[in-house]
Protein backbone atom coordinates (compact mmCIF):
# COMPACT_ATOMS: atom_id res chain seq x y z
CA UNK A 1 0.00 0.00 0.00
CA UNK A 2 0.93 3.83 -0.32
CA UNK A 3 1.87 5.47 2.93
CA UNK A 4 0.77 9.30 3.01
CA UNK A 5 3.87 10.74 1.98
CA UNK A 6 3.74 8.53 -1.21
CA UNK A 7 6.20 5.28 0.14
CA UNK A 8 5.30 2.03 -0.68
CA UNK A 9 4.75 -0.53 1.64
CA UNK A 10 3.53 -4.25 2.04
CA UNK A 11 0.29 -4.85 4.43
CA UNK A 12 2.48 -7.20 6.22
CA UNK A 13 5.86 -7.92 6.05
CA UNK A 14 7.05 -10.68 3.60
CA UNK A 15 8.53 -13.83 4.65
CA UNK A 16 11.50 -14.56 2.25
CA UNK A 17 11.92 -18.19 3.30
CA UNK A 18 7.86 -18.24 2.78
CA UNK A 19 7.16 -16.60 -0.60
CA UNK A 20 3.56 -15.33 -1.47
CA UNK A 21 4.58 -14.02 -5.01
CA UNK A 22 2.92 -15.55 -8.20
CA UNK A 23 5.85 -17.56 -9.09
CA UNK A 24 7.49 -18.19 -5.36
CA UNK A 25 10.78 -16.31 -6.60
CA UNK A 26 10.49 -13.14 -3.99
CA UNK A 27 10.20 -10.52 -6.33
CA UNK A 28 6.64 -8.70 -6.40
CA UNK A 29 5.31 -7.26 -9.55
CA UNK A 30 3.25 -4.27 -8.76
CA UNK A 31 1.88 -1.92 -11.10
CA UNK A 32 1.44 2.18 -9.81
CA UNK A 33 -1.46 4.02 -11.54
CA UNK A 34 -1.93 7.62 -11.79
CA UNK A 35 -5.08 9.31 -13.10
CA UNK A 36 -5.76 12.99 -13.30
CA UNK A 37 -8.04 15.48 -15.79
CA UNK A 38 -9.23 11.66 -17.64
CA UNK A 39 -5.56 10.60 -18.30
CA UNK A 40 -3.89 7.85 -17.05
CA UNK A 41 0.26 6.34 -16.50
CA UNK A 42 1.14 3.15 -15.25
CA UNK A 43 4.28 2.47 -13.48
CA UNK A 44 5.31 -0.92 -13.38
CA UNK A 45 7.66 -1.87 -10.42
CA UNK A 46 9.53 -5.06 -9.14
CA UNK A 47 10.29 -5.26 -5.59
CA UNK A 48 13.02 -7.94 -4.80
CA UNK A 49 12.79 -9.18 -1.00
CA UNK A 50 16.09 -10.71 -0.08
CA UNK A 51 17.15 -12.98 2.40
CA UNK A 52 18.33 -11.79 6.26
CA UNK A 53 20.02 -15.18 7.50
CA UNK A 54 19.12 -16.33 10.38
CA UNK A 55 21.40 -17.16 13.39
CA UNK A 56 22.17 -20.65 12.48
CA UNK A 57 26.37 -21.14 11.69
CA UNK A 58 26.65 -24.33 9.43
CA UNK A 59 30.24 -26.07 9.66
CA UNK A 60 31.61 -28.76 7.53
CA UNK A 61 32.96 -31.07 10.30
CA UNK A 62 33.98 -34.00 8.50
CA UNK A 63 34.79 -35.17 4.68
CA UNK A 64 36.22 -38.74 2.85
CA UNK A 65 32.93 -41.06 3.71
CA UNK A 66 31.98 -43.14 1.07
CA UNK A 67 28.62 -43.49 -0.37
CA UNK A 68 27.03 -42.57 3.13
CA UNK A 69 23.78 -45.05 3.68
CA UNK A 70 23.07 -44.04 7.25
CA UNK A 71 23.51 -41.47 10.24
CA UNK A 72 22.86 -42.25 14.18
CA UNK A 73 23.19 -40.88 17.42
CA UNK A 74 24.94 -42.92 20.37
CA UNK A 75 22.64 -41.80 23.35
CA UNK A 76 24.80 -40.23 26.24
CA UNK A 77 28.04 -40.33 24.38
CA UNK A 78 29.89 -37.77 21.97
CA UNK A 79 29.58 -40.30 18.93
CA UNK A 80 27.29 -40.64 15.95
CA UNK A 81 27.57 -43.74 13.58
CA UNK A 82 27.88 -43.27 9.80
CA UNK A 83 27.35 -46.37 8.04
CA UNK A 84 28.68 -46.74 3.90
CA UNK A 85 26.94 -48.73 1.36
CA UNK A 86 30.07 -51.22 1.25
CA UNK A 87 29.90 -51.89 5.17
CA UNK A 88 32.22 -49.73 6.74
CA UNK A 89 30.78 -48.31 9.78
CA UNK A 90 32.51 -45.45 11.36
CA UNK A 91 32.03 -43.52 14.71
CA UNK A 92 32.34 -39.83 14.03
CA UNK A 93 33.38 -38.02 17.78
CA UNK A 94 31.22 -34.89 18.13
CA UNK A 95 33.81 -33.00 20.33
CA UNK A 96 36.81 -33.77 17.98
CA UNK A 97 35.69 -34.59 14.93
CA UNK A 98 37.73 -37.47 14.50
CA UNK A 99 36.12 -40.39 12.86
CA UNK A 100 37.24 -43.99 13.36
CA UNK A 101 36.17 -47.51 11.46
CA UNK A 102 34.49 -49.31 14.60
CA UNK A 103 36.58 -52.65 14.39
CA UNK A 104 34.33 -54.93 16.05
CA UNK A 105 31.74 -54.67 13.27
CA UNK A 106 34.36 -54.45 10.72
CA UNK A 107 35.89 -58.06 11.84
CA UNK A 108 32.37 -59.74 12.46
CA UNK A 109 30.06 -58.46 10.06
CA UNK A 110 28.46 -60.88 7.08
CA UNK A 111 29.02 -58.87 3.18
CA UNK A 112 26.35 -57.33 2.01
CA UNK A 113 24.87 -53.74 1.12
CA UNK A 114 24.27 -51.58 3.90
CA UNK A 115 20.84 -49.99 3.98
CA UNK A 116 20.37 -48.71 7.41
CA UNK A 117 22.36 -48.23 11.09
CA UNK A 118 21.14 -47.35 14.77
CA UNK A 119 22.65 -47.18 17.97
CA UNK A 120 20.00 -49.52 20.02
CA UNK A 121 19.14 -50.10 23.64
CA UNK A 122 21.14 -48.16 25.38
CA UNK A 123 22.01 -49.42 28.81
CA UNK A 124 20.33 -52.45 28.16
CA UNK A 125 23.47 -55.03 28.63
CA UNK A 126 22.07 -57.50 26.32
CA UNK A 127 21.10 -55.50 23.67
CA UNK A 128 22.91 -52.86 23.11
CA UNK A 129 25.23 -52.12 20.60
CA UNK A 130 24.95 -51.24 16.60
CA UNK A 131 22.59 -52.54 14.76
CA UNK A 132 22.44 -52.44 10.60
CA UNK A 133 19.82 -53.94 8.16
CA UNK A 134 21.85 -55.19 4.92
CA UNK A 135 20.85 -56.88 1.84
CA UNK A 136 22.84 -59.57 -0.29
CA UNK A 137 21.86 -62.23 -2.56
CA UNK A 138 23.33 -65.14 -0.07
CA UNK A 139 21.51 -63.55 3.06
CA UNK A 140 18.66 -61.14 1.56
CA UNK A 141 17.17 -58.85 3.75
CA UNK A 142 18.98 -59.05 7.15
CA UNK A 143 19.53 -57.29 10.66
CA UNK A 144 22.85 -57.13 11.08
CA UNK A 145 23.82 -56.86 15.46
CA UNK A 146 26.98 -56.05 16.89
CA UNK A 147 27.18 -56.01 20.90
CA UNK A 148 30.66 -55.16 21.58
CA UNK A 149 31.19 -54.48 25.50
CA UNK A 150 30.20 -57.91 25.87
CA UNK A 151 31.96 -59.91 22.18
CA UNK A 152 28.11 -61.21 20.65
CA UNK A 153 26.51 -60.83 17.52
CA UNK A 154 23.60 -61.83 15.81
CA UNK A 155 21.82 -61.77 12.13
CA UNK A 156 18.26 -62.14 12.47
CA UNK A 157 16.46 -62.48 9.19
CA UNK A 158 13.87 -60.15 7.78
CA UNK A 159 13.13 -61.71 4.30
CA UNK A 160 14.35 -62.66 1.15
CA UNK A 161 16.05 -61.07 -1.75
CA UNK A 162 14.69 -58.50 -2.90
CA UNK A 163 12.42 -57.84 -6.15
CA UNK A 164 14.35 -54.55 -7.18
CA UNK A 165 16.14 -51.92 -4.32
CA UNK A 166 14.47 -50.02 -2.28
CA UNK A 167 15.27 -48.08 1.02
CA UNK A 168 14.94 -48.69 4.22
CA UNK A 169 15.19 -46.72 7.44
CA UNK A 170 15.98 -47.41 11.30
CA UNK A 171 15.48 -45.76 14.53
CA UNK A 172 16.19 -46.82 18.16
CA UNK A 173 12.79 -45.55 20.01
CA UNK A 174 12.40 -47.88 23.06
CA UNK A 175 12.28 -50.83 20.67
CA UNK A 176 14.48 -50.36 17.66
CA UNK A 177 11.67 -49.74 14.84
CA UNK A 178 12.72 -50.41 10.88
CA UNK A 179 10.41 -49.30 7.93
CA UNK A 180 11.13 -51.12 4.46
CA UNK A 181 9.88 -50.30 1.09
CA UNK A 182 8.18 -52.33 -1.15
CA UNK A 183 10.02 -53.37 -4.34
CA UNK A 184 6.38 -53.95 -5.50
CA UNK A 185 3.22 -52.53 -5.05
CA UNK A 186 1.62 -55.59 -3.78
CA UNK A 187 4.09 -56.53 -1.25
CA UNK A 188 2.79 -53.48 0.94
CA UNK A 189 -0.37 -55.30 1.72
CA UNK A 190 1.05 -58.65 1.85
CA UNK A 191 1.24 -60.30 5.24
CA UNK A 192 3.48 -63.33 4.45
CA UNK A 193 6.52 -60.44 3.23
CA UNK A 194 8.52 -58.03 5.29
CA UNK A 195 8.66 -55.45 2.54
CA UNK A 196 6.93 -52.31 2.76
CA UNK A 197 6.15 -52.66 6.60
CA UNK A 198 6.65 -51.48 9.65
CA UNK A 199 9.06 -53.80 11.60
CA UNK A 200 10.27 -53.64 15.48
CA UNK A 201 12.99 -55.24 17.02
CA UNK A 202 11.52 -55.31 21.07
CA UNK A 203 13.31 -54.46 23.90
CA UNK A 204 13.33 -57.45 26.31
CA UNK A 205 13.23 -57.29 29.81
CA UNK A 206 15.98 -59.52 31.72
CA UNK A 207 13.76 -59.19 34.92
CA UNK A 208 10.49 -59.84 33.79
CA UNK A 209 9.77 -63.15 34.42
CA UNK A 210 12.72 -64.64 32.45
CA UNK A 211 14.74 -67.10 34.43
CA UNK A 212 17.94 -66.54 32.55
CA UNK A 213 18.68 -64.87 28.88
CA UNK A 214 20.80 -66.41 25.68
CA UNK A 215 23.86 -64.79 25.57
CA UNK A 216 23.03 -63.68 21.90
CA UNK A 217 19.71 -61.79 22.67
CA UNK A 218 20.58 -59.93 19.84
CA UNK A 219 18.76 -62.63 17.74
CA UNK A 220 15.32 -61.76 19.38
CA UNK A 221 13.09 -61.89 16.45
CA UNK A 222 11.76 -58.96 14.06
CA UNK A 223 7.70 -58.35 14.38
CA UNK A 224 5.43 -56.61 11.88
CA UNK A 225 3.80 -54.04 13.09
CA UNK A 226 2.49 -51.88 10.57
CA UNK A 227 1.55 -51.81 6.40
CA UNK A 228 1.38 -49.94 3.66
CA UNK A 229 5.35 -48.07 3.09
CA UNK A 230 6.28 -47.07 -0.13
CA UNK A 231 9.82 -45.83 0.03
CA UNK A 232 10.85 -44.90 3.66
CA UNK A 233 13.52 -41.68 4.17
CA UNK A 234 13.88 -41.87 7.48
CA UNK A 235 12.43 -41.68 11.03
CA UNK A 236 12.81 -39.02 13.78
CA UNK A 237 11.43 -39.80 17.37
CA UNK A 238 10.15 -37.03 20.06
CA UNK A 239 7.85 -37.24 22.78
CA UNK A 240 6.68 -40.52 22.50
CA UNK A 241 6.17 -40.58 18.99
CA UNK A 242 7.43 -41.69 15.71
CA UNK A 243 8.04 -39.55 12.64
CA UNK A 244 8.30 -41.39 9.54
CA UNK A 245 8.74 -40.31 6.24
CA UNK A 246 8.03 -41.57 3.12
CA UNK A 247 8.84 -41.01 0.05
CA UNK A 248 5.83 -40.76 -3.08
CA UNK A 249 7.28 -41.86 -7.14
CA UNK A 250 4.10 -40.01 -8.67
CA UNK A 251 1.99 -37.64 -6.80
CA UNK A 252 3.47 -36.84 -2.89
CA UNK A 253 5.82 -37.03 -0.61
CA UNK A 254 4.28 -37.11 2.99
CA UNK A 255 5.40 -37.69 6.88
CA UNK A 256 3.13 -39.51 9.45
CA UNK A 257 3.27 -38.89 12.96
CA UNK A 258 2.11 -41.72 14.80
CA UNK A 259 2.67 -43.17 18.01
CA UNK A 260 4.37 -47.10 18.29
CA UNK A 261 1.61 -48.59 20.29
CA UNK A 262 -1.51 -47.54 17.80
CA UNK A 263 -2.76 -50.90 16.13
CA UNK A 264 -3.45 -51.02 13.18
CA UNK A 265 -0.72 -49.18 11.42
CA UNK A 266 -1.04 -48.73 7.70
CA UNK A 267 0.17 -45.90 5.91
CA UNK A 268 -1.73 -46.31 2.98
CA UNK A 269 0.86 -47.84 0.39
CA UNK A 270 -0.32 -48.49 -2.85
CA UNK A 271 -4.06 -47.49 -2.36
CA UNK A 272 -2.86 -43.85 -1.55
CA UNK A 273 0.29 -41.64 -1.80
CA UNK A 274 0.23 -38.94 0.67
CA UNK A 275 -3.06 -37.27 0.74
CA UNK A 276 -4.19 -38.52 -2.97
CA UNK A 277 -5.94 -41.73 -3.10
CA UNK A 278 -4.65 -44.09 -6.21
CA UNK A 279 -6.89 -46.82 -6.45
CA UNK A 280 -10.05 -48.11 -4.70
CA UNK A 281 -11.11 -50.24 -2.10
CA UNK A 282 -8.65 -48.62 0.25
CA UNK A 283 -7.84 -50.39 4.20
CA UNK A 284 -10.76 -49.58 6.41
CA UNK A 285 -8.03 -48.01 8.80
CA UNK A 286 -5.38 -45.98 7.20
CA UNK A 287 -3.19 -43.43 9.63
CA UNK A 288 -3.31 -40.17 7.11
CA UNK A 289 0.00 -38.33 6.75
CA UNK A 290 0.61 -35.26 8.77
CA UNK A 291 2.99 -33.43 6.21
CA UNK A 292 2.65 -33.57 2.09
CA UNK A 293 4.07 -32.14 -0.57
CA UNK A 294 4.56 -32.46 -4.70
CA UNK A 295 6.92 -34.71 -6.15
CA UNK A 296 8.13 -32.70 -8.99
CA UNK A 297 11.28 -30.99 -9.65
CA UNK A 298 9.72 -27.50 -9.74
CA UNK A 299 9.20 -24.74 -6.81
CA UNK A 300 7.36 -26.32 -3.69
CA UNK A 301 8.16 -29.72 -4.98
CA UNK A 302 10.52 -32.21 -4.08
CA UNK A 303 12.18 -35.46 -5.49
CA UNK A 304 12.44 -37.52 -1.78
CA UNK A 305 11.93 -36.38 1.73
CA UNK A 306 14.22 -36.64 4.28
CA UNK A 307 13.80 -37.35 7.97
CA UNK A 308 14.84 -34.70 10.09
CA UNK A 309 15.19 -33.59 14.01
CA UNK A 310 13.09 -31.78 16.26
CA UNK A 311 14.67 -28.50 17.49
CA UNK A 312 14.14 -26.87 20.93
CA UNK A 313 14.11 -22.89 20.96
CA UNK A 314 15.74 -22.70 23.77
CA UNK A 315 18.65 -24.07 22.99
CA UNK A 316 19.06 -23.56 19.16
CA UNK A 317 16.48 -20.19 19.45
CA UNK A 318 17.25 -18.92 16.03
CA UNK A 319 15.21 -21.83 14.70
CA UNK A 320 12.70 -22.02 17.19
CA UNK A 321 10.40 -24.66 18.04
CA UNK A 322 10.26 -26.78 14.35
CA UNK A 323 11.04 -30.01 12.81
CA UNK A 324 13.85 -29.61 10.67
CA UNK A 325 13.69 -31.83 7.37
CA UNK A 326 15.22 -32.16 3.87
CA UNK A 327 14.65 -33.13 0.38
CA UNK A 328 17.38 -35.58 -0.99
CA UNK A 329 17.68 -32.36 -3.93
CA UNK A 330 19.19 -30.62 -0.99
CA UNK A 331 16.39 -28.02 0.40
CA UNK A 332 16.11 -27.89 3.89
CA UNK A 333 12.42 -26.63 5.01
CA UNK A 334 11.61 -26.19 8.82
CA UNK A 335 7.41 -26.13 10.41
CA UNK A 336 6.54 -25.34 13.70
CA UNK A 337 5.98 -28.19 15.99
CA UNK A 338 2.60 -26.61 16.65
CA UNK A 339 1.33 -27.55 13.53
CA UNK A 340 2.66 -31.13 13.91
CA UNK A 341 0.64 -31.70 16.48
CA UNK A 342 -2.69 -29.99 15.74
CA UNK A 343 -4.30 -32.66 14.22
CA UNK A 344 -4.43 -31.50 10.74
CA UNK A 345 -2.49 -32.19 7.83
CA UNK A 346 -0.30 -29.56 6.35
CA UNK A 347 1.19 -28.46 3.00
CA UNK A 348 3.91 -27.24 1.41
CA UNK A 349 2.35 -23.80 1.66
CA UNK A 350 2.95 -23.48 5.07
CA UNK A 351 6.77 -24.80 4.87
CA UNK A 352 9.89 -22.59 5.33
CA UNK A 353 12.59 -23.02 3.32
CA UNK A 354 15.71 -22.84 5.07
CA UNK A 355 18.14 -23.23 2.33
CA UNK A 356 19.85 -20.48 1.84
CA UNK A 357 20.17 -20.47 5.65
CA UNK A 358 22.43 -23.26 5.92
CA UNK A 359 25.16 -22.46 3.98
CA UNK A 360 28.23 -24.02 4.91
CA UNK A 361 31.36 -22.25 5.67
CA UNK A 362 32.94 -24.83 2.94
CA UNK A 363 31.42 -27.15 0.95
CA UNK A 364 27.67 -27.49 0.01
CA UNK A 365 24.66 -29.14 1.51
CA UNK A 366 23.70 -30.82 -2.18
CA UNK A 367 21.94 -33.83 -1.03
CA UNK A 368 20.72 -34.96 2.57
CA UNK A 369 21.53 -38.51 3.89
CA UNK A 370 20.18 -38.26 7.45
CA UNK A 371 19.86 -35.60 10.04
CA UNK A 372 21.09 -36.74 13.83
CA UNK A 373 20.74 -34.22 17.18
CA UNK A 374 23.80 -33.78 19.12
CA UNK A 375 24.59 -34.56 22.71
CA UNK A 376 22.89 -31.55 24.73
CA UNK A 377 20.34 -30.69 21.64
CA UNK A 378 22.29 -27.30 21.01
CA UNK A 379 23.12 -28.25 17.94
CA UNK A 380 22.61 -31.09 15.29
CA UNK A 381 24.27 -32.50 12.05
CA UNK A 382 23.25 -33.85 8.72
CA UNK A 383 24.88 -36.29 6.59
CA UNK A 384 25.28 -35.41 2.64
CA UNK A 385 25.73 -37.83 -0.20
CA UNK A 386 28.75 -36.13 -1.04
CA UNK A 387 30.02 -37.65 2.09
CA UNK A 388 30.44 -34.84 4.55
CA UNK A 389 29.10 -33.83 7.38
CA UNK A 390 27.72 -30.53 8.88
CA UNK A 391 27.13 -29.61 12.39
CA UNK A 392 24.74 -26.36 12.61
CA UNK A 393 24.35 -24.45 15.77
CA UNK A 394 23.66 -21.11 16.95
CA UNK A 395 25.93 -18.10 15.43
CA UNK A 396 27.58 -15.86 18.05
CA UNK A 397 25.97 -12.70 18.92
Given amino acids: MLDSDGGLRFNQAPNYDLPTDANLDNVYEVTLRATAA ?11 VTNDVEGVRVTRVATGIVEPAGFARVLNEETLLVAEKGGRVLRFNTATNAITEDTF ?3 NRRSGEVLAISHGFPGNIWQQGVYLVTHSAADGLTVQAFNAARGTKGF ?13 SMINGGSIFIAVGSPAESDAQD ?9 ELPFIDPYAGASFLPSDVVNIRPQIIGDGIRRPGGFAFGSAQLFLADRGGTREHEMTVFQTNWRPLDFGWPFC ?9 APAAVNGPTLVYPFGTGRRQGEGIVAGVLNDGT ?3 ALGDTYIFGDINGTIFSISQARLR ?7 NIFENKSEDFVPDSGRIDGPVGFALGTGSDHFFILDRDGEIFRMSQRPS
Fill in 38 to 48: GETTDLALRIS
Fill in 105 to 107: VRD
Fill in 156 to 168: PTLGPTWSAPTTV
Fill in 191 to 199: ASTPYGKLI
Fill in 273 to 281: EGSQATRAD
Fill in 315 to 317: FLP
Fill in 342 to 348: DGFRHTI
